[in-house]
Structure formats: structure tokens, C-alpha cells
């Protein structure tokens, strides 16, 4: 690995420290070099809070005489003025000559701005140093940028029969039927704390009465979608308890009671489009389509999902509901003990 590929490097690893908190904005990592040496480094914490080269340069004793130095950005510098100053001016005023940058931002609000303003002002500026890498860390907001829509996982659990629910006239209680271990129910709750929102049907809220928050993990709960046509869910249920944000998608009424929405849609219409009109509008830039069957094919069918977590366990149903029909390119297969985790990509998406 090149000296400066191994720097970026270092970049995408302190930018990963954001995720699940940064949102709606990226998440960017930052060193600072001087005689191959790392003197400087940080990353974006939080949305409103100030950026990755900010905190770079800040975690230096002395930052105003830096001419000698260089800086690594895993993604481009910000021209505009937000909630913080623009990165690319407080570059600048450092002195700082030489800049070596991941991704372009695709945001319109800076989209080569950015390295526009570092280049007039006499910076040496390099782009697209492990751009591939700088991509796929940002692929949530790449994809809300340039797709107008929330990047999609989907997720489910299936018995190694291939069934993700026993019949429904088989249970006898409203509440999840475990197919995997506590391990990998752990990493659910990790990737639901990493997400900025989660979706099941209304067949999921009937029969299981899910939470949908994080438990079995640290951080901020995903807003909770759910499919509601006819606003079957009692009100004692889980998804009510105004926990956390929860939208309802309906076709009766629009209203607002506490942490819950209601939303009305037009179910003789095609759904998904609606649903991700809304996560768009409202800044939500990931979602986990977490079942049922019907939810989940639906999706795939219309060929919107970007990735795939498949849960298998080592129980058995024998009969029940079966596991969604799709394909995509295995990227990952990990096993959790017993379970096993493969993780699809859709090449389509």
C-alpha cells in the first residue's frame, strides 16, 4: 500500500467511529501529516457538531503555522456555510498546501466546490485516492444524494429449511418465534442502531408485536415504519408506546399523537414509491426492510434494495412461511456459532 493510500486508510477507519450518529450528514475522517508522521487526526461526531478536518486540526497544540504539513479527507471539504464554517476555508487559513481527498461530495451544496476554492487558493489538491473505499463508506448518503432515496437493506432470519415463520394459525402468541441465537439477535440490534430507520408490515406487527428499538446494543433508536391499511394494530401494542418516532403508514388519516404519525397513503397506487418519497423528504437516509415475507418481496420484486442480510439457524419448521425469493452477489459469510450470516449485494440497485 502506497504512503498515501495508508493515510486515506487510516481516514476511513476514524470516519467509521460516526456511524449511527452523524446523520444526515456523512461520515468523514481526517489526519494530518507533517515529515510522515500522523500529528493530527479526527472525524465527525455528530450532526451540528463540528467536521472531521476541524477536529483534526484541533487536536493539534499549534494550528496556524502548517505549511510544511498535509491533510488527508475521506471525503471533500465543505465550501458552504452550515450549521459549522466551510472546512475548506479554515484549510486554507492554516496554510496548509498540499490536500489529498477520497470522494467528491455529491451533495449540490458543495459537489467540487469544495476543491475548487482549495485549488484557487494555491493548494495542491490529489482526488480520488482509494475512491472506491471512500464510496462505499459513504453509500448511504451517496445514494440519497443521487438516487433521491434512503439506501435499502433488507434482513431476515430463516430456519435451515428455508421458512422465516411457522404457519400463523399454528402460534398461539403475539410475539417473535427466535430462528437465531442471542448472538446474532445482537448484531440486529447493532445494525438497527446504525440505521436511520426500520420498516415492517402489518402482518410483522400483528403476529410477532415487535419493538423494533435497541436493546441488546448502544445507540439511537431507527424511526419505526410500519404498513397499516386499516390501523389493525391495538394500541397496547409495542409500535404505539411512543418510544421513539414511529410512522404509520395508513389509508385512513394523517395526524400526529406524540412521537407517532400517522401518514395516509393511497394503497391502490404502488406503496414503495410513497414510503420512500416520505424518507427522503424527512432526511432518512438508510432503511431496514425487517419483514414479513410479503414486505420483504415485495422490495425485491420491484428491484429496490441495495443489500441483504440472510440469518440461517439450525432449527427447522417443516412447513410455515418461506424465506424470499431473490438474487444477489454473496459478498460476506460469517458464522455466529451455530448461525450463519451471508450478506448479499444487489448488483441491479
Request: with cysteine; net charge positive; aromatic share 8%.
Amino acid at each position: 500500500m502506497k504512503l498515501h493510500e495508508k493515510y486515506m486508510s487510516r481516514c476511513i477507519q476514524l470516519a467509521k467511529n460516526g456511524l449511527g450518529t452523524t446523520y444526515p450528514n456523512p461520515l468523514v475522517g481526517s489526519v494530518i501529516v507533517e515529515n510522515d508522521r500522523i500529528i493530527g487526526e479526527g472525524w465527525h461526531y455528530k450532526a451540528g457538531e463540528p467536521h472531521a478536518e476541524v477536529n483534526a486540526i484541533g487536536s493539534l497544540r499549534e494550528a496556524n503555522f502548517l505549511k510544511n504539513a498535509t491533510i488527508y479527507v475521506s471525503l471533500e471539504p465543505c465550501s458552504h456555510y452550515g450549521k459549522t464554517p466551510p472546512c475548506a476555508d479554515l484549510i486554507i487559513d492554516t496554510g496548509i498546501k498540499k490536500v489529498f481527498v477520497g470522494s467528491l461530495d455529491p451533495n449540490p451544496k458543495v459537489a467540487g466546490r469544495g476543491v475548487k476554492k482549495l485549488m484557487e487558493a494555491g493548494c495542491d489538491v490529489v482526488v480520488g485516492v482509494l475512491e472506491k473505499e471512500c464510496d462505499a463508506l459513504n453509500k448511504r448518503f451517496f445514494t440519497f444524494h443521487q438516487k433521491k432515496r434512503p439506501y435499502i437493506f433488507l434482513k431476515w432470519a430463516q430456519t435451515a429449511d428455508g421458512f422465516i415463520s411457522p404457519k400463523n394459525e399454528t402460534r398461539s402468541e403475539k410475539k417473535p418465534v427466535w430462528i437465531t441465537n442471542e448472538y446474532s439477535r445482537q448484531i440486529v440490534h447493532k445494525m438497527r442502531a446504525t440505521e436511520a430507520a426500520i420498516l415492517v408490515g402489518n402482518t410483522t406487527a400483528l403476529q410477532d408485536n415487535p419493538s423494533l428499538t435497541v436493546r441488546d446494543w448502544s445507540g439511537n433508536h431507527p424511526v419505526r415504519l410500519v404498513l397499516d391499511k386499516e390501523l389493525k394494530i391495538p394500541a397496547n401494542y409495542s409500535l404505539l408506546d411512543g418510544q421513539t418516532k414511529t410512522i404509520i403508514f395508513n389509508g385512513k388519516e394523517s395526524s400526529e399523537k406524540g412521537n407517532t404519525t400517522f401518514l395516509k397513503i393511497n394503497f391502490s397506487e404502488e406503496i414503495i414509491p410513497q414510503i420512500l418519497a416520505t424518507l427522503y423528504k424527512k432526511e432518512l437516509q438508510s432503511v431496514i426492510i425487517e419483514g414479513g415475507a410479503k414486505t420483504l418481496q415485495t422490495f425485491i420484486d420491484a428491484n429496490l434494495w441495495d443489500e441483504s442480510f440472510v440469518f440461517s439457524g439450525n432449527t427447522s419448521f417443516g412447513d410455515g412461511i418461506k424465506a424470499p425469493n431473490f438474487q444477489g452477489y454473496l459478498i460476506s459469510e460469517d458464522k455466529i456459532k451455530e448461525d450463519t450470516l451471508q450478506i448479499f449485494k444487489n448488483l441491479n440497485s
